[in-house]
């Protein structure tokens, strides 16, 4: 752990439970690559006291926090300001105390994209299956459409929740080409054949017995498959889509790199990504010998 001096600046993370979370590691870690004197802490906010917790922010002064599980839509009543991203999302990771306003950001979208820009692939003109239509699903679905993708398929176990999110994202993004494919039957791999990038934004995968509904022998050389899945990181997903010869994202880059846009907005300096890899890398692989715990950053 850094030094923490007389002064030292306070950011944190709030969700609840919080014991797992890897956000501290990441950003003290950039903190100290960066000499600054600054502090980041897990709190874990139980529901009924998110009001409290929000406007402890600025009764604290503290300079930003992250949010996560189960309180990214609550926060957002007690907040000044969203960024258009947050606004359209419907969900706040990332809140910043500037001039005594409190500004809300969603930043797990971008952090998507730029694990895939980190990995060398584009998502402007391509066709995209996406499976889920969770709060993780919504925030990639919003982003992949800013970002110009040709067109999105989207699946989901209750169908009538990615027919709401197709309906909400023609609404509210109007070139977005979307539409929706049942998870039963042939129908997923009837697509398969015409979609670039395939990505997991289910919970499936994180527990030894789940089934994921993807025909895995239709994947092959011209899919990008990526899961949001890091623990564990090798998803049987990935593990059966490099089989057949499909090119994998892993789920640590969007970790990563979501943080990595909560730190520039908080501090305009960049995360170490190489230190913040081997760091968590080590951390998931030390956690992984003592069973699973929940996907929470
Ligand atoms: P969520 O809001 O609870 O959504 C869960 C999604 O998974 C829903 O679409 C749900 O379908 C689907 N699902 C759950 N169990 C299923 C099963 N047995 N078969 C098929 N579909 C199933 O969760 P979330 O916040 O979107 O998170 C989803 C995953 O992404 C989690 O594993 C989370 O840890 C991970 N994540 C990773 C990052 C990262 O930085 N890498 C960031 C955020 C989230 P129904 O609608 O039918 O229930």
Redesign the pocket.
């Known amino acids: 752990m850094h030094a923490i001096l007389q002064h030292a600046e306070l950011y944190g993370i709030f969700g609840y439970p919080i014991g797992h979370s890897l956000s501290p590691l990441m950003h003290n870690t950039a903190f100290a690559h960066h000499g600054l004197n600054a502090v980041y802490l897990p709190f874990a906010v139980p529901p009924a006291q998110v009001e409290i917790a929000v406007k402890a922010i600025r009764a604290l002064h503290i300079r930003g926090v992250n949010v996560t599980?189960p309180h990214k839509q609550a926060v957002m009543a007690w907040l000044d300001e969203l960024s258009p991203e947050a606004r359209l999302i419907g969900a706040v990771n990332t809140v910043q105390l500037r001039d005594d306003r409190l500004v809300g950001y969603n930043t797990?979208g971008i952090?998507f994209l730029r694990s895939l820009e980190e990995a060398g692939s584009e998502v402007a003109g391509r066709t995209v299956l996406l499976l889920?239509?969770?709060?993780?699903?919504r925030a990639l679905a919003v982003q992949l459409c800013l970002a110009g993708i040709q067109r999105l398929y989207l699946t989901?176990?209750?169908q009538t929740?990615a027919e709401e999110l197709a309906a909400f994202l023609k609404e509210n993004i109007p070139h977005a080409d979307i539409s929706v494919v049942s998870m039963k039957g042939p129908s997923l791999s009837a697509h398969l054949p015409h979609i670039d990038i395939v990505v997991n934004?289910?919970?499936?995968g994180?527990h030894p017995h789940?089934r994921m509904v993807l025909p895995f022998a239709d994947l092959g050389p011209r899919h990008l498959v990526c899961d949001?899945?890091?623990r564990p990181l090798h998803t049987p997903l990935l593990q059966a889509a490099q089989h057949q010869g499909a090119r994998t994202v892993d789920?640590l880059g969007?970790?990563i790199h979501?943080g990595a846009k909560a730190f520039e907005i908080w501090t305009q300096r960049s995360f170490p990504i190489p230190l913040i890899r081997a760091k968590l890398s080590g951390a998931l692989a030390e956690r992984s010998t003592a069973g699973p715990a929940p996907?929470q950053?």
């Open positions: 599980i797990d952090g889920g239509a969770g709060g993780a699903a989901n176990r209750t929740r934004a289910t919970s499936v994180m789940d949001i899945v890091y789920g969007m970790l979501q996907n950053r």
